[in-house]
Every structure is written in structure tokens, then in C-alpha cells.
């Protein structure tokens, strides 16, 4: 069974889509896809949330996530907004508090939220305020979250190609492959 960090860097050069930019970043990456991974593992719902710019990559991963062909548990990945079509018209925390509430009984076994989009977007309120966020924040540096560039002209590679290796190091973790120990 391999450690996540060197399974991270071997996936990485192994990757046959010039993914070695994400070399430098597996030291951000490794403690940030430990976390979501261990969550999923621990039976909580994952809740996707996107900023407009980034929609089009929330139905991939939910197209994707639970393609049969991976011969593995199906997993409980939603999209937010789908669930709660209201999510663009919360402004105040009072309103935050009563949609994490309906959360909390919808999802006994727990939930986090998996953010990707720019850092100044409204829909950060929500994910920012709770720690067990998995953040992939465009434009800002952010504690406890992976930075992208917005404007990078590979940015939509880069998401795709992330998204990649999240969802084989969740495959190789269900499977008992992996020690997420860092």
C-alpha cells in the first residue's frame, strides 16, 4: 500500500497529458485531497458548488463521478444548486444558517462542500464556513485551498486534469490501495 504523496507525484508523472506543472503543487494538493477522500470514505454526501464560469465542470464531474465502467460503490456527489434552486438568492447569514440546517437533516452521515470558482464569488459565504471545505479557489490565496489563475489559458485542462487525479486517488483509497497518511 503507497503513501498519498508519493502515489500523487507517480500518477502524476505517469499522466500522459503534460500534467508535470502539477509537480510543485502536490505538497498543496496531497493534505487538501486527503481530506475530501477521507470524508467520502466516512460516508459523507459531497455538494458540488460551481461560480457561473465554472458550471459546465460541475455536470462533468457529476456525469462522471459515478460512471459504472469504474467498477467501484456508486458515491453521493450532488450539485447543490440542483438541490436548492435558490442558492443565488442567499445574501445574509440567517439565510446560510437555514439552508445548512435543511443540510444537516437531509445528510445525517454529514456533508462538505466542494468548491470550484473565483474567490470573490457569493457562493464562497457558504463554503467558507465550514472547515471540512474542499476548495479549489481561482484568483486568491486562500488558507486550506487549492489556487488556480482564472485567466490561464490551460485552465480548463488543469480542471480536468485535477479532477483526474482526485478521482483516481478516490478509486485507489476505496479499494484499499492508498494510505492517505501523508
Known sequence: MQQLLKWT???????????????????????????????????????IVTDESRK?????ILNTINDLSKNRPLLPF????????????????QEI???????DISYPNGYYIWYIGRGDHPYTKLAYRN???????????VQNSFPLRSHDTLIDIKLLQL??????TLSVALFGDLDLEL
Open 9 to 47: 507525484l507517480e500518477t502524476i508523472r505517469e499522466d500522459e497529458s503534460c500534467f508535470s506543472w502539477m509537480e510543485e503543487y502536490r505538497y498543496e494538493w496531497a493534505p487538501l485531497v486527503k481530506g475530501a477522500v477521507s470524508q467520502v470514505l466516512e460516508g459523507k454526501t459531497v455538494l
Open 56 to 60: 459546465w465542470f460541475g455536470k462533468y
Open 78 to 93: 450532488y450539485q447543490l444548486s440542483e438541490l436548492f434552486p435558490n442558492l443565488q438568492k442567499l445574501h445574509h447569514t
Open 97 to 103: 444558517e437555514l439552508l445548512e440546517d435543511m443540510l
Open 131 to 141: 472547515d471540512d471545505s474542499f476548495l479549489w479557489i481561482m484568483d486568491e490565496e
Open 163 to 168: 479532477y483526474r487525479l482526485f478521482d483516481n
